[in-house]
Every structure is written in structure tokens, then in C-alpha cells.
């Protein structure tokens, strides 16, 4: 059973760029497109960006200048990070995988890693 | 970005109770929508895709409809565990999700 897991520092500092990590385990990356998605403590879900197993990428354009995913296929793993960070960008980061049944959809989702901004 | 409001934000119900959760979109989507379930501490769960398609492993009590940019999650006979917070999401362009209808035990 594939799954993913995040992982990446819990405590960034205001200004600084966060970086985590996502590892698909018991699975191939390739042929798939992954995600990162956030949530606010106690709030909604806001999609972040993707990236395919050959490389391109999207990103929400609210926050594609402070934005960069990247894949490792040798380590089976995808990557975060975000730039010039502040108070506004505590919350937990999931990984998640997005495929195609008819409509793009995440079927699978890692436990989510809480980053929190602060000095 | 295409925004997705969700209706209502919470909803106080029954176990056996039917129930409806309401996801509109700002402009149409076609099919494009997906609903999740997310319970305290975890990750969101795929429950429905294409607006009415029930995910491999879903409940039958679960079910999903509309098209255009109304649609609708409802679930036939609500049991202890679907007590948990149900977002839309649309995929027919950036994608964006509903802000959550959370649905407790009444």
C-alpha cells in the first residue's frame, strides 16, 4: 500500500524560506503528479502547487512567487519551499497524490507536518 | 480563481438521519467536483469524484450529484462515524476548495 509521509523543520522564522520533504513509500513516483496542499489550524484547505514525475509544475498563482516544488525520482521523493515566509503561512502541509478518474482528484494524502512561523 | 461556497457551515444531525451538503461554484465547472471527508487530526479522505462517482471503498450511503455549478453530497442514513467536516473541491481549473461543512451529533 503506497503511502506518504512529510517531514521538514516545525519551526520556521519570519522571512525565511521553508523546505519539507515528501517520500512515497511502498510505490513508484513515476507516472503520477503530486501535490502539496495546506491548512490553516482550524481553517480551510488551500492547494499549493504540483509536479509531475517528468518535472512540470503549477502553482496556485496567490503564491507561486514565493513558490518552488522539485522531485528526486531516485529517492522516490518531492519537495517544498516556500520563500520570505510570515505568520500567514503556519499550517499544517499535507502531500498528497492527484490522478484522473473523469475529474483531477487527491487520492491519497499524507498525515500533514505543522509548520509554524515565528521568532 | 474560481471560488466554491459551501452550504451550510455546519449542521447539527442524527445517527439514521439523511443530510445534504450543498457546494456552489462562482462560475461552471461542468463535472469537475470532488468531495472529502476530514476528521480531527487527519488528513482529508476522497469520498466522491466527477461529482457523483463513489470512490473504491466508499460507503453506498454516500452520494454525490449536480453539475454546472450547484451540486450536492448527501448521505442516505448517517452512522457514528460520518460525524466529520466535508469540503468540495473543483478541478476544472486551479483548483480551489469549499470552506467546510462541519456536521456534529445532534
Known amino acids: 500500500q503506497v503511502q506518504l509521509q512529510e517531514s521538514g523543520p516545525g519551526l520556521v522564522k519570519p522571512s525565511e524560506t521553508m523546505s519539507l520533504t515528501c517520500t512515497v513509500f511502498?510505490?513508484?513516483?513515476?507516472?503520477?503528479?503530486w501535490s502539496w496542499i495546506r491548512q490553516p489550524p482550524g481553517k480551510g484547505l488551500e492547494w499549493i502547487g504540483y509536479?509531475?514525475?517528468?518535472?512540470?509544475?503549477n502553482y496556485n498563482p496567490s503564491l507561486k512567487s514565493r513558490v518552488t516544488i522539485s522531485i528526486d525520482t531516485s529517492k522516490n521523493q518531492f519537495s517544498l519551499k516556500l520563500s520570505s515566509v510570515t505568520a500567514a503561512d503556519t499550517a499544517i502541509y499535507y502531500c498528497?497524490?492527484?490522478?484522473?478518474?473523469?475529474?483531477?482528484?487527491?487520492?491519497?494524502w499524507g498525515r500533514g507536518t505543522l509548520v509554524t512561523v515565528s521568532s | 480563481d474560481i471560488q466554491m461556497t459551501q452550504s451550510p457551515s455546519s449542521l447539527s444531525a442524527s445517527v439514521g438521519d439523511r443530510v445534504t451538503i450543498t457546494c456552489r461554484a462562482s462560475?461552471?465547472?461542468?463535472?469537475?467536483l470532488n468531495w472529502y471527508q476530514q476528521k480531527p487530526g487527519k488528513a482529508p479522505k476522497i469520498l466522491i469524484y466527477?461529482?457523483?462517482s463513489l470512490q473504491s471503498g466508499v460507503p453506498l450511503r454516500f452520494s454525490g450529484g449536480g453539475s454546472g455549478t450547484d451540486f450536492t453530497l448527501t448521505i442516505s442514513s448517517l452512522q457514528p462515524e460520518d460525524f466529520a467536516t466535508y469540503y468540495c473541491?473543483?478541478?476544472?481549473?486551479?483548483?480551489?476548495f469549499g470552506q467546510g461543512t462541519k456536521l456534529e451529533i445532534k
Open positions: 498528497a497524490r492527484r490522478i484522473t478518474l473523469g475529474s483531477y482528484l487527491f487520492d491519497l
Open positions: 462560475q461552471t465547472i461542468s463535472s469537475n
Open positions: 509536479i509531475s514525475y517528468s518535472g512540470s509544475s
Open positions: 466527477a461529482a457523483s
Open positions: 511502498d510505490g513508484s513516483i513515476g507516472s503520477y503528479y
Open positions: 473541491q473543483q478541478s476544472f481549473s486551479t483548483p480551489t
